[in-house]
């Protein structure tokens, strides 16, 4: 499972690398990106796709539970500080890895309540700098 984990976050992180400006595009408006010449269906279906090969083996390693926590909290955390598509990425990583292994909370439920107490740090960080 670590080695399936490891090839598919190598997978995950070069295609994102390599394609961020199109999958920037058709995150932000499918429409222009399509006017724009780009594929937009064959990006939705990329996206789709290592998200729920990402799902699926978190699940495994993880639990349900935890790996909709793992994705969905680090993102809306992020949102409440920045704008920015590239700098919400960037800190919604780093919260993960914050959350994760800085604190060294054995995985399980400890890890999503770290996550939480992000998202309420996040929350009142955002609401000061707006």
Not at 28 to 53: C, M, R
Not at 95 to 110: D, M
């Amino acid at each position: 499972d670590l080695i399936v984990s490891v090839i598919l976050a190598v997978v995950v992180v070069s295609l994102f690398v390599i394609f961020y400006n199109k999958i920037f595009l058709v995150t932000f408006d499918e429409n222009f990106a399509t006017a724009s010449g780009i594929k937009a269906n064959l990006y939705n279906g990329l996206i789709a796709v290592l998200t729920a090969l990402t799902i699926v083996i978190g699940m495994r390693l993880m639990g349900a539970m935890m790996i909709s926590s793992l994705i969905v909290f680090p993102a809306l955390s992020a949102m409440r500080i920045f704008r920015s598509f590239f700098k919400v990425i960037i800190c919604a990583v780093i919260i993960s890895l914050v959350c994760s292994f800085v604190w060294s909370t054995p995985a399980g439920a400890s890890i999503i309540v770290a996550n939480l107490i992000a998202f309420v740090i996040c929350m009142v960080v955002g609401k000061c700098v707006r």
